[in-house]
């Protein structure tokens, strides 16, 4: 095999000494052009490739950060990282991206990443209710991580989300226009901080149109397509069902979508729909979704920008900034039927 070129031998191709050519190629010495030429000919020459680890612990940075999601196969934290990833690489950083399964076991082994220096920062994305190890993890390491989407009680950190109550009255509002007042609630899990305020919204928009929801009508999943499939089966349960349901993700009114057809209930015509996140495929979907809409590059780009501004040295705060949403409206929602309509048994899939 051809031994690969050392710092030794551009250097003294170059004729200058191995401190000279390290300290110039990692940015931290001025030379004359001519001298500086010689060594760009020498590295071409002897097609020379830096020992990128080396390198970075020559500086004491890993020039690298680390994106935690809750799920890498769920198109919305796809997208966010991907903007987040898109900001770093841009300022020539290193991106590691763990999928964590929303398990916190997975998600404190990222913070030992990045305690042992293998990572300059951490944007953290999860997706459950902290018991309290996550929130001392972030508190011990100030200026290093940076919150987006969800919420960490007690977690001492930049955190970037959406306006979420908002999102829920707007979307509740927006069904009871179109005069539904029987309006169901299928939201994310129990202690998650988006759940908690989009139910928020939605009793607020109810307790202004004088409309008093039964217990019934909520209903807790998770913000995955398959358990939302099988926890909307309580909603189409009641009779008389709902006229219209607000959905607390765009993943849960996939679910929603996928009962109702199981059980020939045809949208908006026998109930109406309304997701939150507004994601692309949501023009695809039959019928076409409306949703209210958040601005998931946003939220990445800047975690992402603020995390990359505190590993240069920015001064440390725990701003909360709070991003808007817009409603979107699209084919899955109508008046509502006159009669009490009932549902079907479920099909098989």
């Known amino acids: 095999m051809t031994r690969k070129a050392t710092i030794g031998d551009v250097a003294k191709r170059a004729k200058v000494s191995p401190t000279a050519v390290s300290r110039w190629l990692n940015g931290g010495l001025e030379l004359p052009e001519a001298t500086g030429a010689r060594i760009r000919a020498a590295v071409t020459a002897l097609d020379y ?3 990128a680890q080396a390198r970075r612990l020559s500086k004491g940075k890993a020039e690298a950060i680390g994106i935690v999601v809750p799920d890498i196969s769920n198109a919305f934290f ?24 929303n398990r916190i076991e997975r998600e404190l082994a990222c913070f030992d990443r990045l305690r042992g220096g293998y990572i300059d920062g951490l944007l953290l994305i999860t997706n459950h209710e902290d018991d309290g190890r996550l929130a001392e993890r972030i508190k011990s390491m100030p200026g290093r991580v940076v919150i987006i989407d969800e919420d960490v009680v007690g977690g001492v950190a930049p955190r970037f989300f959406v306006e979420n109550e908002l999102g829920g009255f707007t979307a509740t509002r ?3 226009e179109h005069g539904h007042r029987r309006i169901a609630h299928i939201g994310g899990p129990k202690g998650v901080m988006s759940a908690i305020e989009r139910a928020e919204g939605w009793r607020r928009a109810l307790a202004e149109a004088g409309i008093t929801p039964d217990a019934q009508w909520h209903v807790r999943t998770e913000y995955e397509v398959e358990p939302a499939t099988r926890d909307a089966a309580q909603l189409f349960a009641l009779d008389p069902l709902p006229t219209a349901i607000f959905a607390g ?7 929603v979508m996928t009962q109702a057809r199981r059980r020939s209930i045809a949208i908006p015509k026998d109930i109406s729909l309304v997701g939150f996140d507004g994601m692309p495929i949501n023009d695809l979907l039959g019928p076409p979704l409306t949703s209210i809409a958040q601005p998931i590059d946003d939220l990445g780009r800047l975690g992402a920008e603020k995390l990359l501004a505190l590993i240069q040295g920015e001064p440390f705060d725990a701003t909360r900034t709070r991003l808007p949403v817009e409603l979107v409206r699209r084919a899955s929602v109508a008046a509502p039927r006159d009669d009490k309509f009932r549902a079907k048994p479920a099909k098989d899939r």
């Open 78 to 101: 796809a997208l966010l990282a991907g903007e987040a990833e898109r900001v770093a690489v841009a300022s020539g950083h290193d991106v590691v991206i763990w999928s964590s399964r």
């Open 174 to 176: 927006h069904l009871i």
């Open 49 to 51: 490739q830096p020992h």
């Open 249 to 255: 993700s765009d993943a849960v009114a996939l679910g």
